[in-house]
């Protein structure tokens, strides 16, 4: 049997990871995360959410480290103050926004403790409304809260057009902004160094844990950059091939308790 690396702190996306499809946190992992504090090794979120809609996993998961919203690019207290924000270049939301409306893509912008959107009615809003537990605001032009933007996001049932977006922002941005497909329909554009893989380095220094001693637990394009960064990861069994060839195991899926057994056969090294 292959001796597990020791592991100081789990690192884990929420949606299609932590949480199943219809958002609910298991029994099971809540005490998968109960387990690993009683072994002494730490538990931190990272989600393309913002930090508020986080809020409800805070109490039953006890969490007590610092929280990464907007894909690290706002890291907040478990009492939801901020410890950092990274914004996007104003030049960078600008372009952002204007290729995704040449994409013909529903656009939603993240500023502050804002949430606005061009069509309360568009693909995906109610959805995000139920999933974080607050409402957006409409409005016609995004104006000022382009200086200010922590996240831009296109969105579009289109799944192939969306592999074009992500691909064509990437180019159109290079290195002046990170973007990323945190669902399949949804592209996450954020400042440069708010990534997962940024989440983890932030982590490593405000934590003082290596990074070869944290596990990192996803499902998407985007949390490959955790991955590559950490000293063990497990997708979920849903993930797509790519995202599955970039992790050190796969467990089953966020609909089948994938987080809970990872947690159990990887890091706790407990049959199930």
Do not use: C
Not at 244 to 272: C, M, N, P, W
Request: proline fraction near 5%; aromatic fraction near 6%.
């Amino acid at each position: 049997m292959n001796e597990r690396p020791k592991i100081s702190l789990v690192l884990a996306d929420v949606d299609g990871t932590l949480v199943t499809k219809e958002k609910v946190l298991t029994e099971r992992a809540i005490h998968a995360v109960r387990t690993l504090r009683e072994r002494g090794i730490k538990f931190a979120l990272t989600s393309g959410r913002p930090p508020k809609g986080m809020n409800m996993l805070i109490e039953p998961l006890e969490i007590d480290t610092p929280i990464a919203g907007f894909n690290g690019g706002l890291f907040v207290k478990p009492d939801l103050t901020i410890i950092e924000a990274k914004t996007l270049p104003a030049e960078s939301a600008e372009k952002t926004v204007q290729i995704l409306l040449d994409h013909k893509v529903d656009v939603w912008v993240y500023s502050g403790e804002d949430w606005l959107v061009h069509d309360k009615d568009a693909p995906h809003v109610a959805r995000e409304q139920w999933t974080v537990k607050f409402g957006p605001k409409v409005v016609r032009d995004f104006g000022e809260a382009l200086h200010s933007a922590v996240k831009i996001v296109g969105v579009s049932d289109d799944l192939e057009l969306m592999k074009k977006v992500e691909r064509d922002a990437q180019d159109a941005l290079g290195e002046t902004a990170s973007a990323a497909r945190s669902q399949p329909y949804y592209l996450d554009v954020t400042h440069p160094q708010a990534n997962k893989g940024g989440v983890v380095e932030s982590l490593t220094r405000m934590l003082g844990i290596p990074a070869s001693e944290i596990a990192t637990l996803g499902d998407q394009p985007n949390d490959v950059l955790m991955f590559r960064k950490s000293g063990l990861s497990i997708a979920m069994g849903q993930a797509s091939d790519e995202v599955k060839s970039q992790a050190t195991h796969v467990s089953d899926s966020s609909e089948e308790e994938g987080f809970a057994k990872g947690i159990e056969r990887y890091v706790l090294g407990e049959s199930s």
